[in-house]
């Protein structure tokens, strides 16, 4: 049972006014520097702001209607309201609560987690091992089922398993494959071995070695090629071969806490390389150095790309 956080419903107030004026857009300097005097003013206000910032990460995805309140209402007195009661029902105990109610496969519950920006290895016996990227969560059952609730695994399996997703099975009598669940749809990358794909209300197909596909409730994606990102989140790395700069750092923005802004004037820039993703710092570092762009650092936790004046 998550405890109440030591923070006062006044102090909650001012970090959900916050929250909500930095997702608005970049603050203004004389923003800044009053966001900065209160975060550093006290002890009490850098609580309130570590724990709102892991109630935000937490809500995406979440069916809850507390959770469509504080994302998606359209008047901010509602949000307000709604980020306020969750901040002050506890970390995930409102979230957790609506995905009880409302969505079976729950993150938050899970068998095994792994936070953002870090990854985890799991021994599945018999040979079998199962990793997880940045923010990804599964509940490994008897008889070698495993359901991807958010995120992305790589799965090295040396017997038979099947993995569920939002979007359909996945089985295999012995395999290496990526599976990453997104929003919409999932999409699978196959190394080594045969996997057999059957999305809910379709027909199976089979994927075979250096294939991947995506498939979801608009269809099933035409069968690919792996690409040059491919499961190189396992050896750490983020890897691009002419990649929108856009596209980029949303891949990025998975390994980072807060908000990382692609300005549109930039975003159809290309970027090709191989970039270490326990330093997602330097990586921005480089892009200054690569390409015509600045990056903003208004907070740790609101970066923006922009072009070079």
């Known amino acids: 049972m998550n405890t109440p956080p030591d923070f006062s419903s006044r102090v909650?107030?001012?970090a959900v006014h916050w929250l909500l004026e930095m997702q608005q857009g970049p603050l203004d300097p004389r923003q800044q520097l009053a966001w900065q005097q209160w975060h550093d003013g006290h002890s009490e206000h850098q609580r309130a702001w570590e724990h709102i910032q892991r109630v935000n990460q937490r809500l995406r995805g979440v069916s809850s209607p507390l959770a469509h309140a504080a994302l998606n209402a359209p008047k901010s007195g509602s949000r307000r309201?709604?980020?306020?009661?969750?901040?002050?029902l506890g970390a995930g105990s409102a979230v957790t609560w609506g995905m009880r109610e409302?969505?079976?496969l729950t993150p938050l519950l899970a068998d095994y987690r792994s936070p953002v920006?870090?990854?985890?290895?799991l021994a599945l016996g018999g040979g079998s091992q199962l990793q997880l990227n940045t923010a990804t969560a599964v509940d490994v059952q008897a008889g070698g089922l495993i359901r991807l609730l958010e995120g992305e695994i790589l799965l090295t399996a040396a017997q038979a398993f099947e993995v569920r997703t939002a979007q359909g099975l996945l089985k295999t009598q012995g395999a290496k494959m990526n599976v990453r669940q997104f929003a919409d749809r999932t999409q699978v990358a196959v190394f080594e071995g045969r996997v057999e794909l059957t999305?809910?209300?379709?027909?199976s197909l089979l994927l075979q070695s250096a294939q991947q596909m995506s498939f979801g409730p608009r269809g099933v994606g035409s069968t690919q090629s792996l690409d040059a990102n491919s499961g190189a989140w396992v050896d750490g790395m983020l890897v691009a071969a002419h990649m929108r700069l856009g596209d980029f750092l949303d891949e990025l923005g998975r390994y980072r806490r807060g908000q990382l802004h692609c300005d549109a004037k930039v975003a159809d820039l290309l970027i090709s390389g191989t970039y270490p993703l326990d330093d997602s710092e330097r990586i921005l570092d480089l892009l200054e150095i690569s390409l015509p762009v600045k990056v903003r650092r208004f907070t740790r936790y609101w970066v923006s790309v922009e072009a070079k004046a």
């Open 12 to 14: 909650a107030e001012q």
């Open 199 to 203: 999305p809910d209300g379709g027909s």
């Open 81 to 88: 309201q709604a980020l306020k009661l969750l901040l002050l």
């Open 102 to 104: 409302h969505n079976p």
């Open 117 to 121: 920006g870090q990854r985890r290895k």
